[in-house]
T-cell receptor, first 113, second 116 residues
Framework: DTEVTQTPKHLVMGMTNKKSLKCEQH?????MYWYKQKAKKPPELMFV???????INESVPSRFSPECPNSSLLNLHLHALQPEDSALYLC????????????FGPGTRLLVL | AQSVTQPDIHITVSEGASLELRCNYS??????LFWYVQSPGQGLQLLLK??????LVQGIKGFEAEFKRSQSSFNLRKPSVHWSDAAEYFC??????????????FGTGTQLKVEL
């Protein structure tokens, strides 16, 4: 099973709202990732977790707050977002060693009004 | 620093025709190379990967890719394209991160259109 699930599929939020995106995998992977993808562009890495610890933060604004409660779950908490944050948010997971093939979820389509 | 170039932004082929999508990479060591496909509004699906060994790798959906170190290329091919292959294709190179996990560097993607 190479499935990564993400909820919700779609999310519309105002600039003052607080919402969370959820990602789950049961492949025993110990590395998990959040990406942001704008239309017609490749995914941009936001965060990397390895063994439930934040490994990389690619200078993401603090209005995005990741959380890894356990090895199977990854959350992205959203607060005071801007319209330009509207995008497809992708979660991925991999083994923690090279080559570490990443498996992606279907994404959450976020619209910030 | 690693980088990936996909020189073709758009490619249109007729159904049943052969396909080749180009990918060139820049990486100091042995590269770990991937091809992903993305249908509109969907996540990325892994088509195939190259780590070492046989330079011709087979993937899902009838795709294959050939690693050519001398040309720093990893081109994706399919002998006969189906209408359902219309999608965005991303080539990527991977490297391990010091703090754990690994980083994929993606090319800008190639949009494939299939004419019936």
């Amino acid at each position: 099973d190479t499935e990564v699930t993400q909820t919700p599929k779609h999310l519309v939020m105002g600039m003052t709202n607080k919402k969370s995106l959820k990602c789950e995998q049961h492949m025993g992977h110990r590395a998990m990732y959040w990406y942001k993808q704008k239309a017609k562009k490749p995914p941009e890495l936001m965060f990397v977790y390895s063994y439930e610890k934040l490994s990389i933060n690619e200078s993401v604004p603090s209005r995005f707050s990741p959380e890894c409660p356990n090895s199977s779950l990854l959350n992205l908490h959203l607060h005071a977002l801007q319209p330009e944050d509207s995008a497809l948010y992708l979660c991925a997971s991999s083994q923690d060693w090279e080559p570490g093939t990443q498996y992606f979820g279907p994404g959450t389509r976020l619209l910030v009004l | 620093a690693q980088s990936v170039t996909q020189p073709d932004i758009h490619i249109t082929v007729s159904e049943g025709a052969s396909l080749e999508l180009r990918c060139n990479y820049s990486y100091g060591a042995t590269p770990y190379l991937f091809w992903y496909v993305q249908s509109p509004g969907q996540g990325l699906q892994l088509l195939l990967k190259y780590f070492s060994g046989d330079t011709l790798v087979q993937g899902i959906k009838g795709f294959e890719a050939e690693f050519k170190r001398s040309q720093s290329s990893f081109n994706l091919r399919k002998p006969s394209v189906h209408w359902s292959d219309a999608a965005e294709y991303f080539c990527a190179v991977g490297a391990q991160l010091t703090g754990g996990g690994n980083k994929l560097t993606f090319g800008t993607g190639t949009q494939l259109k299939v004419e019936l």
